[in-house]
């Protein structure tokens, strides 16, 4: 069975600051992972996704994944944390099924 | 082009009533998910459907929910008699084909209230 553990329900960070929102995941095969993010009242927005090429993974607004399989994690980063990265973030995982297995989410709060 | 389609964006029913929500794919795309996020969770998949077909619904609760994807028309989530606790965000996304390397695109939900 798959599942997704995101560390940490809520995490805040001052502007500027380095933002590490953490994803590990079990999966008995090499997964497909995506991280997601949702913002006040909208749908989910794909970040960056792993499909089994180059470990580090380079998305959108500069956020980064890096694939560690020997820790089964897919944490996401960004150097230098921005006001408009204040959002709802998810990790999911998905493999040979049909289904995405998605965290309970962790909300990033970015302090002025 | 444009993205996925939802509607109602917002729904308010009262107990015992029925609910459809209906989700448009993006141009293109023949496979259509429903989630289920209820307040502070993360999304839980309902089902997968490709046009007139269920594919998958073993995250569909085994009575009141039903969902179609006609050939023509948007995908229909329909909650019979509805309860307090269908109370959430429902959400549709959409993906050329079933891949896993394929992410889903995602519509900007339809929240239910049920009173």
């Known amino acids: 069975a798959q599942s997704v553990t995101q560390l940490g329900s809520h995490v805040s960070v001052s502007e500027g600051a380095l933002v590490l929102l953490r994803c590990n995941y079990s999966?008995?095969?090499?997964?497909?992972l995506f991280w997601y993010v949702q913002y006040p009242n909208q749908g989910l927005q794909l970040l960056l996704k792993y499909t089994s090429a180059a470990t580090l993974v380079k998305g959108i607004n500069g956020f980064e994944a890096e694939f560690k399989k020997s820790e089964t994690s897919f944490h996401l980063t960004k150097p230098s944390a921005h006001m408009s990265d204040a959002a709802e973030y998810f990790c999911a995982v998905r493999n040979t099924g049909n289904q995405f297995y998605f965290g309970t989410g962790t909300s990033l709060t970015v302090i002025p | 082009n444009a993205g996925v389609m939802q509607n109602p964006r917002h729904l308010v029913r009262r107990r015992g009533q029925e609910a459809r929500l209906r989700c448009s794919p993006m141009?293109?795309?023949?496979?259509v998910y429903w989630y289920r996020q209820l307040p502070e969770e993360g999304l839980k998949f309902m089902v997968y459907?490709?046009?007139?077909?269920?594919?998958?619904e073993s995250g569909m609760p085994k009575e009141r929910f039903s969902a179609e994807f006609p050939k023509e028309g948007p995908s229909i989530l329909r909650i019979q008699q509805v309860v307090r606790g269908d109370s959430a965000a429902y959400f549709c996304a959409s993906s050329p084909r079933g891949q896993v390397s394929h992410e889903q695109y995602f519509g900007p939900g339809t929240r239910l209230t049920v009173t």
């Open positions: 459907l490709q046009k007139e077909n269920i594919i998958d």
């Open positions: 999966s008995s095969v090499p997964p497909y």
């Open positions: 141009k293109g795309h023949s496979h």
